[in-house]
């Protein structure tokens, strides 16, 4: 018989953190959805780059992230294009969807005078991937941990034992 020597105080204050998270959460994705489809500057400034014509997302997401156009054989769009791919069999939203969502999550950050690349989002999201879960999901809670002023890599660690928590 195996005895759990964790502290029960311990124990409250992981599943208290793992609530408020959630309930945070509810929120996080409406004001992501509203931050979307309200004037998103990078995305709006992205479209009139582009006018008409279609682009592909990962070109938008180089694009986005260098500050100017760039070519569809640059390294990055290559890299945005591996990463669209993989992050869309480990989540349940499309690569369209996943770019959207990351440029939203982006100009909150920067709105609260956080900087962070493009890609640096997605390829910790792409390392802290659970197949089946939501990227929006994850997506936010990596917002809301960042907007408590913890680094890049923490909120990533910090996100990576909640989800461990919250699937077991």
Do not use: C
Not at 19 to 29: E, P, R
Not at 109 to 115: F, K
Request: proline content about 2%; charged content about 25%; hydrophobic content about 40%.
């Amino acid at each position: 018989m195996k005895i759990d020597h964790t502290p029960k105080e311990k124990k409250h204050n992981t599943i208290g953190w793992i609530i408020g998270i959630s309930a945070v959460l509810g929120t996080i994705i409406s004001l992501l959805s509203v931050h979307f489809h309200n004037e998103n500057k990078e995305y709006s400034r992205l479209i009139q780059t582009y006018d008409k014509q279609y682009t592909p997302p990962e070109e938008m997401l180089a694009s986005i992230d260098k500050g100017y156009t760039v070519s569809a054989d640059e390294i990055t769009v290559k890299r945005f294009k591996s990463l669209l791919g993989q992050l869309s069999l480990s989540f349940l939203e499309s690569q369209h969807d996943i770019a959207d969502m990351t440029v939203a999550a982006k100009d909150m950050l920067n709105d609260r005078g956080i900087n962070e690349t493009l890609l640096r989002i997605m390829e910790g999201a792409n390392r802290y991937a659970f197949p089946i879960r939501s990227y929006t999901e994850n997506l936010s809670m990596y917002v809301v941990l960042r907007n408590q002023g913890m680094s890049h890599i923490g909120a990533m660690m910090d996100l990576e034992t909640a989800l461990k928590l919250n699937l077991k």
